[in-house]
């Protein structure tokens, strides 16, 4: 069965410093991973997604992930914050063959001025 | 492109009634997907359906219900309602190959007092 766990459900950064998201997944089969973004009474906007090939992955807004299968990870990063990044982050796990999505419990990103 | 269209956004019922929930997928896309997302449990899958057939289903009673209709729009259906079914309730739709990534309406805000 897979799972996804997001270490740290708050965290806080000053704007303009780095900003670390922390993904671990479980998966008896090869993984897509997704990584995910709400904004309040909003739905979830995808903000990158590793399937195969290159384990860095960039995405949107200036975020990237790197998949680490050795460790079972899939952290999302951005070098520097904006104020426009707080809000809740989502990582997800999809199985080859499966589509249903297993998601973390998310992470609320909190943008200091 | 217009994206996921979910109606209506925000719904209150009363606990013993019924609602039914509409999501319209990106044209073109034949896969749907719901997600219930609250506060206590994060974001769980409901069910998926492809080409009017319910293809996968999560962990939820059989209160809970969907259907696909042949232009590839759903409905979900939820009966005598529960206090515990207040929710958002998100709509997801994807192109139909494995590992691609889902896009997502709004949400309906389902409340029930």
């Known amino acids: 069965a897979q799972s996804v766990t997001q270490l740290g459900s708050h965290v806080s950064v000053s704007e303009g410093a780095l900003v670390l998201l922390r993904c671990n997944y479980s998966s008896s089969v090869p993984p897509y991973l997704f990584w995910y973004v709400q904004y309040p009474n909003q739905g979830l906007q995808l903000l990158l997604k590793?399937?195969?090939?290159?384990?860095l992955v960039k995405g949107i807004n200036g975020f990237e992930a790197e998949f680490k299968k050795s460790e079972t990870s899939f952290h999302l990063t951005k070098p520097s914050a904006h104020m426009s990044d707080a809000a809740e982050y989502f990582c997800?796990?999809?199985?080859?063959?499966?589509?249903?999505?297993?998601f973390g419990s998310g992470t609320r990103l909190q943008v200091q001025p | 492109k217009a994206g996921v269209t979910q109606t209506p956004r925000y719904l209150i019922k009363t606990r013993g009634q019924q609602v039914t929930l509409s999501c319209s997928p990106i044209s073109g896309h034949r896969s749907v997907s719901w997600y219930q997302q609250t506060p206590g449990q994060g974001l769980q899958f409901l069910f998926e359906?492809?080409?009017?057939?319910?293809?996968n289903k999560g962990n939820f009673p059989g209160r809970f219900s969907g259907r696909q209709f042949s232009n590839s729009r759903s409905e979900m259906n939820v009966s005598t309602l529960e206090l515990g079914d207040s929710a958002l309730y998100l709509c997801a739709s994807r192109v139909e190959t494995s590992g691609t990534e889902a896009f997502f309406g709004q949400g309906t805000r389902l409340t029930v007092v």
């Open positions: 997800a796990v999809s199985e080859t063959g499966r589509r249903a999505l297993t």
């Open positions: 359906y492809f080409s009017e057939t319910q293809r």
């Open positions: 590793y399937t195969t090939g290159a384990t």
